[in-house]
């Protein structure tokens, strides 16, 4: 495809965000691994390191009392905690203020959208199972919660069989849809429309596709991967297209809406 996301790509690890990282032939895109965080631990610049003498302004001079603290040295001002908090009630282990979370995790309401290694609080991590995620048969229509709306690696797993006209799946953002997949066999040739519902308006529709992957009464696989930047489809462990987000609230949306002629069979919400 011209934008580069191809499925021999993402299973060889070339060109590939994930290239460094192990295969998973279920999985078109492979697995990420979460970044790594330098802080908490680590000082303000120019804090002083260890026998480096360096003394706040103020402090008093040689022989005249209290010595800059380290642990267990001393104490910042009268009535200061030992042990080498900074204030008073301060939390020990490093933690940045009263209450904040460990591990990686950002703050409630952390602005922007979580990159790798961060997650909110109870976020599953790769590879596991979204909580309240259905498995096995569903009837259609059927509603798939997104308790936490979608977050980097986010991936929905569909198997079915196409058994009329077309069917829709719908990613929505209350009243409106961020992402509208709807592949139709009573057009000619067959397409796969993707838009976008905002304030009770459809968008301009996306119709270009290398191939239309599903054949009536035929069973597939579908698998969208949230990504920061799009949605990418893939069917049968082949990369479809891709969708470029019109709808920034991602902790908004939601749900995931499946209608029209369509049997699922399975499906599954995981990280990767």
């Not at 030992?82 to 460990?102: F, I, K, L, T």
């Not at 429309?193 to 054949?215: D, T």
């Amino acid at each position: 495809m011209s934008d580069g996301f191809s499925l021999d790509d993402a299973l060889s690890g070339q060109g590939n965000a994930n290239s460094q990282q192990s295969q998973n032939l279920n999985n078109p895109w492979g697995t990420q691994n979460p970044g790594q965080q330098g802080y908490p631990g680590q000082q303000y610049p120019g804090f002083p390191g260890p026998g480096q003498g360096q003394q706040y302004p103020g402090f008093p001079g040689p022989g005249q009392g209290q010595q800059f603290p380290g642990p267990g040295q001393g104490q910042q001002y009268p009535g200061f905690p030992s042990g080498g908090q900074q204030y008073p009630g301060a939390p020990a282990g490093g933690q940045q203020y009263p209450g904040a979370p460990a591990g990686g995790q950002q703050y409630p309401g952390y602005p922007g959208f979580p990159g790798p290694g961060q997650s909110y609080p109870g976020a599953p991590t790769a590879g596991q199972t979204v909580p309240s995620a259905p498995s096995g048969p569903m009837k259609v229509p059927c509603e798939i919660p997104l308790p936490a709306g979608c977050t980097k690696g986010l991936m929905l797993t569909i198997s079915g069989v196409p058994n009329g006209k077309r069917f829709n799946i719908d990613f929505k953002e209350g009243n409106d849809i961020a992402f509208h997949l709807n592949p139709r066999f009573d057009e000619h040739p067959n397409v796969i429309v993707r838009n976008s519902m905002i304030r009770g308006q459809w968008g301009k529709e996306e119709r270009q596709c290398p191939k239309f992957p599903f054949q009536q009464g035929q069973p597939f696989k579908l698998q969208i991967l949230f990504e920061p930047e799009a949605f990418k489809l893939a069917v049968n462990n082949e990369n479809i297209c891709q969708y470029q987000h019109r709808v920034r609230n991602f902790s908004g949306i939601r749900c995931i809406r499946i209608d029209g002629n369509v049997t699922i069979t399975d499906t599954s919400l995981t990280t990767v």
